[in-house]
């Protein structure tokens, strides 16, 4: 009787290529040099050729109960089936890139499908050369490393971040498209389970003084991005995260740190940030002033203009999806930066009538929350809605509410109902007259 | 004499339990937070200097510098016109000069704005402009004008929106004081949950 040996050195000292216990390169590489002493005959690009094949996984076979499936790996991959990607809107530095929401489950992003938004591109920054500074109205001005970040006590969060020109295709009738997916309707959301040091421990640490009133955030990137932040918030639940998901940030979430504002729009939460400034009045940056304030129709434009409103979106089913005739869980997100969403209600005959969604467990505040509903569809005509209620009572508006309320050439925070209109026949489009 | 020495046990009893409570309280209350944990380092002066290059409405920030209008329009041509076209109104990218739609601020009215905000029509103050371009512009090589140059070239974006005289000199002693036309436009943010949508 043989027994199969699974102890990875046996299997290089007996030069079984085709079964390197781990899939790294630089393994490979290593047990490549040792082929190549045994046979000088191969050279560089077969090996090469060979590692490759050794790292693409293997096709899918009639039945995988009839042969060994791969060997652990050092670093996991997707299913070769699958294939969610970002949608990249702005192919350059000043750019921004969509979560593919009707690709995914639950409420965690993946780390790697992340929305992008960035004004300079994303720096590389290395992390051992890395500073926060925290200077002005503060007792003590302190330098801090990320390994002095890493040294205070630690907590989680998972919430949301929220592009607050979000959904801005959802609103302005310019833009609006049938074919549109949600992705590329509301696809500047994700959410994360964010770790650092609360700002108020830092805040403490450099001995901030009770007048200060409002801090400078600075990002290191070539955009300079600078948001002045109410004191205020860093007291309540301001972070600086180094880690998302369970490792460390991704460079284009502000590796190797950025601030993080639960429930407020992105563009606060400063990446990359470097430097942190406290004073007793904002500082009236390009950003708070000229870009991220909202035009009112009374011909003023509303600042600092942080929170992202009650939010929900159908992920399934939207277009470019189609419903079969029978039981279809129509399922989607609901968030809100102001607490906690309470109720979803959903809508599938355009509005006439409303029914609570089932919300999933755990609802934490501002954060997303997954809901379904089942329905049964008939095979004709229907407008599917999803419309959030959070913890304040606030209920997601209408269109038609939003510009009544603050123009049609308003901008920023389109926290809307949408709609997807089902044609006979179950091909769903996004319904751009809701 | 029997009733005084058990008071006297009583009380020694309750001092030893009390001193036990006090003891234990801690681990009841849970693990300490100290006022300050004493990481970072001081930063000193000379780092802070440095690394504080933002400039506030008051005109804190600004160098002791100046810039010219025709300074400006050359140091435009040469670094600002590639992205922000000839007259700083053909792009491709952001639109700086114009006036559009005059005295009204209609951006919230009419959705045909929104492409149309610029420094003379929307931005509140003069010296974010100091702050941005010295900091972030221009885009292809971000802070490598000089002190005067950037004057110079706030004073040329500034003239071609017709908020100052083409013979103004922009310092840091005139910069704060120039007012912008939607200097009052903007208001505090007054939406707050609940029922009403704002």
Known sequence: ????????????????????????????????????????????????????????????????????????????????????????????????????????????????????????????????????????????????????????PAINRVCFIECSGNGYRGFQTTTMKRDATPSWIDGLLSTSEWTGVPLATLFREAGASPDAKWFLAEGSDAAHMTRSIPVEKALDDAMIVYAQNGEAIRPEQGYPARLLLPGWEGNSQVKWIKRIELAKEPFMTREETSKYTDPLANGTARMFSFVMDAKSLITFPAFPATVSKGWCVITGLAWSGRGKIRRVEVSTDGGNNWTNAELQSPILSKCTTRFRHAWKYDGGEALLMSRAVDETGYVQPTRAQLVAARGAGTFYHMNNIRGWKVERGGKVFFHVET | MLRRSVVLALVLLLLVVGAALIDLWPRFRGSQVPDRFGFGTPATREEIRQADTDVTPDGRGLPHDSGTVSQGESVYRLRCAGCHGATGTEGPFDRLVGREPGDRFDFGRDPKFLAKRTIGNYWPYATTLYDYINRAMPFDAPGSLSSSEVYSVVAYLLYRNQVIPGNAVVSDRTLPLVHMPARDRFVVDNRQGGRSVR
């Open chain 1, 1 to 152: 009787m043989t027994r199969r040996v699974t102890n990875s050195s046996e299997f290089v000292d007996k030069g079984e290529k085709e079964r390197v216990p781990s899939f790294s390169r630089r393994t490979l590489l290593a047990g490549a040099i040792g082929a190549v002493s045994a046979s000088l005959l191969e050279n560089a690009s077969t090996l090469r050729a060979q590692a490759n094949a050794l790292i693409q996984p293997p096709g899918a076979i009639d039945d995988p109960g009839k042969a060994q499936g791969h060997i652990p790996t050092e670093l996991g991959e997707r299913s070769p089936f699958e294939h969610p990607r970002r949608r990249i809107n702005r192919p350059a530095p000043s750019g921004e890139s969509e979560t593919p929401l009707q690709d995914l489950f639950g409420t965690i992003t993946p780390s790697d499908l992340l929305f992008e938004r960035h004004h300079g591109g994303v720096p590389v920054i290395d992390p051992a050369r890395y500073t926060l500074l925290i200077h002005g109205m503060v007792d003590r001005p302190l330098k801090f490393t990320l390994a002095d970040l890493k040294r205070f």
